[in-house]
């Protein structure tokens, strides 16, 4: 019990920055190159490199090559099927509206 509490602080430690909380719900929406992500953010390459290192790390975010770039997408499993804007952590759920 005190694991499966400790992992689902973790993960909302990680949820608790406004940045990542927006670069998820900017994949949430599709596959997105961190030039794409960067269009809506503004921020430097590097802070949105660090925050995508963290999401990726944390398993919110996975990568794929695109040629000689990288596409981030959210990962799918955390999402709950049939409703649009949600992440099940396993302990809670998070709901974007």
């Known amino acids: 019990m005190i694991d499966e509490s400790k992992s689902c602080a973790d993960k909302l430690k990680i949820l608790a920055?406004?940045?990542r909380l927006s670069v998820?719900?900017?994949l949430m929406e599709g596959s997105k190159h961190v030039g794409e992500i960067n269009?809506?953010?503004?921020?430097?390459?590097?802070?949105?490199?660090?925050?995508?290192?963290?999401l990726r790390q944390?398993?919110?975010v996975t990568t794929t090559r695109d040629g000689k770039?990288?596409?981030?997408?959210f990962v799918p499993i955390?999402?709950?099927?049939?409703?649009?804007?949600?992440?099940?952590?396993?302990?809670c759920?998070?709901?974007f509206e």
């Open 39 to 54: 269009d809506v953010l503004g921020l430097e390459q590097s802070l949105l490199s660090h925050h995508l290192k963290v």
């Open 17 to 19: 920055d406004t940045t």
């Open 78 to 91: 955390i999402r709950q099927k049939g409703i649009t804007k949600v992440i099940d952590l396993g302990c």
């Open 24 to 26: 998820l719900r900017i």
């Open 93 to 95: 759920i998070l709901c």
């Open 69 to 73: 770039a990288v596409l981030y997408h």
């Open 58 to 60: 944390a398993g919110f």
